[in-house]
């Protein structure tokens, strides 16, 4: 490895962290998590300690409001560094802060970067249930982080109005399209989507740092009862993201020289080859289908090509995997089978979804499997929305034969066919449904039906009812296809 550039990025150390708190005193914070995950990606490097990097780099979290949290990460760590660091939201963060890292790395503007994550949500909402106000610590007030990353906005305004905004309504109708995109019936994809989730709960099942490590048939994921409620038609609980979680991962990543000056084993590096980052059109609204997913074959493909590779070079896989859509919508862009291993972590609902910090946990699981498969080759991707940002790397143990490459095409992604919104006065009358969901209350009733509908000259509308029998009845057979009738108000009513 001498003759590498010794701007060459690499990552080094890779640290995760799970807390199972029994209540609020024994507790950890946000930051008290990501601590652990860099006290073990410091061992993981072969370091003794790590007391000093040029930047200390947190993704964005929800669990708590810090004002700096690299600032207070490195002051609780005893980790000195010149920049401190804050990505915007959205879970493809982690990933689109390795590329950012890997180029400022290569540019020469670093050395060493710590990256971290994480989230308390489970204990935030213990404490909100309890009425108990919590006490964790703040940065020194004016004290702001360098912000990093794209800060898009996801909703379009009409999606506000009409409260279409919760990912937990828009997955499901991305599924009812994928679903009648492929001519299965409701009852045959239910099958094919709890075979791909027992799949994944069983690589959670032999993680030792997932949240979940109980293997599930498809049966159990598929069935509704009391412990797998409804959620959005025809998600049951354990088809969603698992947020409900305390955890935290960190990244060291170096430049090849400052790996060799500190003097890290060459068996603990993995090399990021190759990334890109790009998003759908901006709002759902404007997606062309609810059953592709243009950009992600666009930046996915173009991830393998700057790393000189096609998809059947690549030995290990995590795609994003917040509702079983996702996987499929990913896969299918990339080219990858559902029978294939596409997760090495167990997934959000399984090993868990700390919110925007789940792809470090991929990418740290990623490096180990690596080091275990010298001169294997990975693909991550990350995704953030409603698969609307993208981001993905390419890694292996080789040493790279070229320096690492970044593209952002998104000005190739804009020019892609988007379709209109039509708003809710101006969509009256007949339209057909291309895609839709029935959102369930806490009692296993059917509450509200969305629909995503077209109109004849090719506008897209949004419908709903919270009529209970229209709800009811678009619980049974399927809606894809089917005309409807819209009111000035949006309300639908089957024609």
Known sequence: MTTLDPRTPVLVGAGQSLHRATGIDDALDPVGLMALAVDEAVADAGLASLTEVDSIRVVGLLSWRYGNAPLVLGTRTGIASREHAYTTMGGNSPQTLVNATALAIQRGEIDV??????????????ARKLGVELEWEKAPEGSVPVPLGEDLVMNH???????????????PMFETAIRAAAGRSPEEQLVRISELWSRFSEVAAANPKAWIRTAMTPEQIRTVGPDNRMVG??????????????????????????????????????????????????????????????????????????????????????????????????????????????????????????WNNYVMHAIATMMQRLRERPGATGLVWANGGYTTKHAFGVYGTTPPDQPFRHEYPQDRIDAMPRRELALPAEAAGPATIEAYTVMFSREGVPERAIAS??????????????????????????????????????ALHPA
């Not at 305004?157 to 997955?171: F, G, K, L, N």
Request: net charge negative; charged share 20%; hydrophobic share 40%.
């Open 157 to 171: 305004p009409d999606e506000i109005a009409r409260q279409i905004v919760m990912p937990v309504q828009v997955y």
């Open 233 to 354: 038609l025809p998600y049951a609980k354990y088809m969603n993201s698992n947020n409900d979680v305390d955890m935290g991962a960190a990244l060291i990543m170096t430049s090849v020289e400052a790996a060799q000056r500190l003097g890290i084993p060459e068996d603990r590096w993995v090399f990021p080859y190759s990334g890109t980052d790009c998003h759908e059109h901006q709002f759902v609204s404007n997606r062309w289908s609810f059953h592709e997913t243009p950009a992600i074959e666009l930046g996915g493909r173009l991830a393998l090509e700057l790393a000189g590779r096609t998809i059947d070079d690549i030995d290990l896989v995590d795609l994003y995997s917040c509702f079983p859509s996702a996987v499929q919508l990913g896969a299918q862009s990339l080219g990858l089978d559902l029978d294939r291993q596409l997760t090495l972590t167990g997934g959000l609902p399984f090993a868990g979804g700390p």
């Open 453 to 490: 509908c077209l109109l004849a000259d090719g506008r897209r509308a949004w419908g709903d009812s919270t009529d209970p029998a229209i709800a009811a009845a678009m619980c049974e057979g399927e809606w894809v296809g089917r005309s409807v009738e819209l009111d000035a108000d949006g």
């Open 113 to 126: 970067a710590l990256l971290a994550g994480g989230e308390a949500w489970r204990t935030r909402m213990r």
